[in-house]
C-alpha cells in the first residue's frame, strides 16, 4: 500500500523505550503488538462528523530549509494553532523563530493555551513524538499571556528562536488566543540575526515539491459514533486519509493559491464512542501507511489518559499489518484525541473487536 503523508524520511536506527502516564481504572493499559490482517473485515461504524475549533497556520513547505526567509506568514485573530515542521539543510547553524507583530494601532492581546515543542534533533520520530507528548500531557504546559502595542513584536518559542544544526528538526503545534488581528510569520535565518529586524525585511521563500502549507479553518474533527459497540461484529474507522471528509482545504496567503493539508497535519481528532458490551473490547490502533510514532488521549468517566503510540518502542508499522492493542474497555462512553504526527506516515485506522478473539502475534 502506498505511504501517504510523511512529513520527513524518519531516522529509524535509535528507538527507545517510552512509557504511558498512570491510568484510569477501567483501562487495562498494557500495550501488545498486533498484526492485522491487510484484507481484515471490519465494518465501518456510522459516525456524526463536526469540524470546528481554531484556524489553523501549517508551515513544512520547504521542509528542508536552505534559504534564509519567511517560510510561512499570515494575519489572523480569535483562536489560532500553529504547526510548524522544518530542517536545516544547509551547513552551519542556523535560527527558526515564530514572530508574533501587531502592525495595528490598537493593541493586540495574547494568550498561549496550549503547546508542544520538541527539538532540535536528529532523529525526527522521536521529535515529532515528543512534541506531541509535550502537546498533550496537560500538566506540563506553560502558559503566557500578554499585549503588544503597536509595531511590537514577540518571538514564540524562546523570545529569540531556536538555533539548528545541520540536518536537525524542530517542529511542534502551538496553540494561541488573540484579540485582534495580528501577523504571525515562521521564518529561518542566521543565528545573530535580530528576528524582528530580519521579519520586517526579508522575502517569502516558496514551496519544495511538496504543498504543504497554508492557512485552515477549524482544524478540530470530532466524530461520535453513531452506535454502541456490542462486539457483536468488528469495526474499524479510518482517520487522515483520502476516505469520507479527506484533508482540510484552506488557501496559502503567500500566494493566493488553494492549499490542501495532505495528512491533516494539526488537526485535532476527537473520536467519541460507547462501548456496551458484556465482554472487554479491545481498542486497536493500527498505522497502515508506514512508520508511525505519536501521542494521544483516552477519556472515559472524567479521567484522562495519555497514551504513548505505541508505549513499548519508538514507532510501529513497519508492515501493513503492525498494529498495538492500547486498552482493553468495559463498558461505557470513552473520547480518543490525537493528532498526526511530524515524520509519521498516514492514515490510521482504530478497530474495536471483542477482546476475546485473538489476532496472530
Not at 498484526?35 to 473485515?41: G, H, L
Not at 493586540?108 to 536528529?122: A, C, I, L, N
Not at 522521536?126 to 502537546?135: F, H
Not at 492549499?259 to 458490551?277: D, L, P, Q, R, W
Amino acid at each position: 500500500m502506498k505511504k501517504i503523508g510523511a512529513l520527513a524520511v524518519a531516522l529509524l536506527a535509535s528507538c527507545t523505550l517510552w512509557t504511558s502516564a498512570e491510568a484510569a481504572p477501567s483501562v487495562r493499559i498494557t500495550q501488545m503488538p498486533l498484526s492485522v490482517p491487510e484484507d481484515y473485515v471490519a465494518a465501518t461504524p456510522s459516525a456524526k462528523f463536526k469540524a470546528s475549533g481554531p484556524t489553523l497556520l501549517f508551515s513544512d513547505s520547504p521542509e528542508m530549509v536552505y534559504h534564509n526567509g519567511i517560510l510561512y506568514r499570515d494575519t489572523v485573530q480569535g483562536k489560532v494553532r500553529l504547526f510548524f515542521h522544518h530542517v536545516n539543510a544547509v551547513q552551519g547553524t542556523k535560527k527558526l523563530a515564530l514572530v508574533l507583530k501587531n502592525a495595528k494601532m490598537r493593541p493586540v492581546h495574547y494568550k498561549v493555551t496550549r503547546q508542544g515543542v520538541d527539538g532540535p534533533g536528529y532523529n525526527y520520530m522521536a521529535v515529532g513524538k515528543e512534541s506531541q507528548r509535550k502537546y498533550f500531557a496537560t500538566e506540563e504546559q506553560r502558559l503566557s499571556s500578554g499585549s503588544l502595542g503597536f509595531g511590537r513584536s514577540l518571538e514564540l518559542l524562546s523570545g529569540r528562536g531556536m538555533l539548528l544544526e545541520t540536518d536537525q528538526l524542530l517542529t511542534g503545534t502551538i496553540d494561541l488566543e488573540l484579540d485582534r488581528p495580528a501577523q504571525i510569520s515562521i521564518l529561518m535565518c542566521e543565528p545573530q540575526a535580530d528576528v524582528e529586524l530580519f521579519n520586517e525585511n526579508a522575502s517569502i521563500q516558496p514551496m519544495d515539491e511538496h504543498p504543504l502549507r497554508g492557512t485552515f479553518a477549524k482544524s478540530d474533527w470530532e466524530y461520535t459514533v453513531k452506535q454502541p459497540i456490542s462486539g457483536n461484529k468488528p469495526l474499524k474507522l479510518k482517520l487522515a486519509g483520502t476516505d469520507a471528509e479527506g484533508y482540510i482545504k484552506g488557501v496559502d496567503k503567500t500566494t493566493g493559491l488553494p492549499a490542501e493539508n495532505y495528512g491533516n497535519y494539526g488537526v485535532i481528532y476527537k473520536v467519541n464512542f460507547t462501548v456496551a458490551s458484556e465482554r472487554p473490547i479491545s481498542f486497536i490502533l493500527n498505522p497502515i501507511g508506514g512508520y508511525f510514532a505519536g501521542y494521544g488521549v483516552l477519556e472515559h468517566d472524567g479521567q484522562r489518559e495519555l497514551l504513548a503510540l505505541p508505549e513499548y518502542d519508538l514507532c510501529l508499522g513497519e508492515t501493513i499489518e503492525e498494529a498495538v492493542e492500547l486498552g482493553r474497555l468495559k463498558s461505557g462512553k470513552y473520547s480518543f484525541i490525537w493528532s498526526p504526527p511530524g515524520a509519521s506516515n498516514l492514515p490510521i485506522e482504530l478497530i474495536w473487536r471483542e477482546s476475546k478473539s485473538r489476532f496472530r502475534q
